[in-house]
T-cell receptor, first 111, second 113 residues
């Protein structure tokens, strides 16, 4: 079973920052937080991952709370192309191989 | 780098028929994964290979399912005696390292009538 809890859906206005929350209260010390997204009729796409420090790349920022029990994925300037299902996953990097997906959050970007 | 490719993209078959799907991973990725996704659900792990060795199989992979990866390059997933419950999107992913980021293909959508 997935070890994360996400809201089933969210709306965000185009051009605004989209903040997607994820709870992972049972995360272990050696587990990373990964985010993937799946645009309709496509395979999942890797976005970002982190252990305990905040991370940023060209797609998004990942903010992990100090106790590591929750995190937030931030899309700084959402566009219509960001409409997708976003999956938050915890896994032990460099040991776990399979990804266990939950149902994710369906993000709607509103024009 | 052309990404992970899957063939066919869509397959409609009658119940009881056999089907085979192909996945071509990103070159030099030694890990290859198969997942299945039904409507409204996240992808579910089926099996994975490191080079030509099949290292793990999910209990979802019944004896009607078989996967191969000869020579450690492309992989095939065969479903024998298809059932309506097999209707789903079958996703393939590859990874260059143990538990590194996985890169997914576009999937093969199977419809069993």
């Amino acid at each position: 079973d997935a070890k994360t809890t996400q809201p089933p859906s969210m709306d965000c206005a185009e051009g605004r920052a989209a903040n997607l929350p994820c709870n992972h209260s049972t995360i272990s010390g050696n587990e990373y937080v990964y985010w993937y997204r799946q645009i309709h009729s496509q395979g999942p796409q890797y976005i970002i991952h982190g252990l305990k420090n905040n991370e940023t790349n060209e797609m998004a920022s990942l903010i992990i709370t100090e106790d590591r029990k929750s995190s937030t994925l931030i899309l700084p300037h959402a566009t219509l192309r960001d409409t997708a299902v976003y999956y938050c996953i915890v896994r032990v990097a460099y040991r776990d191989d399979k990804i266990i997906f939950g149902k994710g959050t369906r993000l709607h970007i509103l024009p | 780098d052309t990404g992970v490719s899957q063939d066919p993209r869509h397959k409609i078959t009658k119940r009881g028929q056999n089907v085979t799907f192909r996945c071509d991973p990103i070159s030099e990725h030694n890990r290859l994964y198969w997942y299945r996704q039904t409507l409204g659900q996240g992808p579910e792990f089926l099996t994975y290979f490191q080079n030509e060795a099949q290292l793990e199989k999910s209990r979802l992979l019944s004896d009607r399912f078989s996967a191969e990866r000869p020579k450690g390059s492309f992989s095939t997933l065969e479903i024998q005696r298809t059932e309506q419950g097999d209707s789903a999107m079958y996703l393939c992913a590859s990874s260059p390292t143990e538990a590194g980021e996985q890169y997914f293909g576009p999937g093969t959508r199977l419809t069993v009538t």
